[in-house]
């Protein structure tokens, strides 16, 4: 999830504990305690030029809530209203009903019981990453981790684009020039890997 930060962008930073300040989210809200309401930044857009919409959204809540697909963000959905203990929904649905598109750009859902505002902000807020709809809709759930796109995502949000992978050496990046945040100030960044 480290590296996958720099590449996509979560709906919220969260700076410190219980502290968030917007990301891809303008807001992310809840007058409840149980229907959030998300409003994503109105310039947000992917690497591709196509702007990141509430569609993007609900269907990368419903991919993970897919019981054919294989992830290991399930838990962090798995408090929505219409999901298991896992995060996911039962055999044969495709959609999460509580999860509604108001506008292009505005998004809700709804939990099982009312919850502690700071945890979603933590754990749908600033860890979970949205995945564009336009690339990956005609991909199989079942074969979604072998797509070809999961080792060279190459439409991405994030402040960094993705540039390549050396096996055990490094993950390099390139700037993302159109970055909807303004333009990052490193040109180029490395994460190198340090063998256990």
Do not use: C
Request: glycine residues 6%; aromatic residues 12%.
């Amino acid at each position: 999830q480290f590296v996958e930060k720099f590449m996509f962008d979560t709906f919220l930073e969260m700076e410190a504990a219980q502290t968030f300040t917007p990301k891809l989210a303008e807001s992310f809200e809840s007058d409840d305690n149980q229907t959030f309401t998300i409003k994503l930044h109105d310039d947000a857009k992917w690497t591709d030029g196509t702007p990141i919409t509430a569609e993007d959204v609900a269907f990368t809540f419903n991919l993970v809530a897919n019981p054919k697909t294989e992830v290991s963000v399930g838990a962090y959905i798995a408090l929505f209203e219409g999901l298991d203990g896992t995060g996911k929904l039962a055999e044969g649905q495709t959609e999460i009903p509580s999860v509604k598109i108001v506008d292009e750009k505005t998004i809700t859902f709804k939990t099982k019981s009312p919850v502690d505002v700071n945890m979603v902000k933590e754990q749908i807020g600033s860890k979970f990453m949205i995945l564009p709809k336009h690339v990956l809709e005609n991909v199989d759930p079942a074969n979604l981790s072998k797509d070809p796109f999961f080792q060279n995502p190459n439409v991405t949000s994030g402040a960094f684009k993705f540039v390549q992978y050396k096996k055990d050496q490094y993950v390099e990046f390139v700037r993302n020039d159109d970055y909807y945040l303004g333009k990052p100030e490193l040109s180029k960044l490395f994460i190198k890997i340090v063998p256990g």
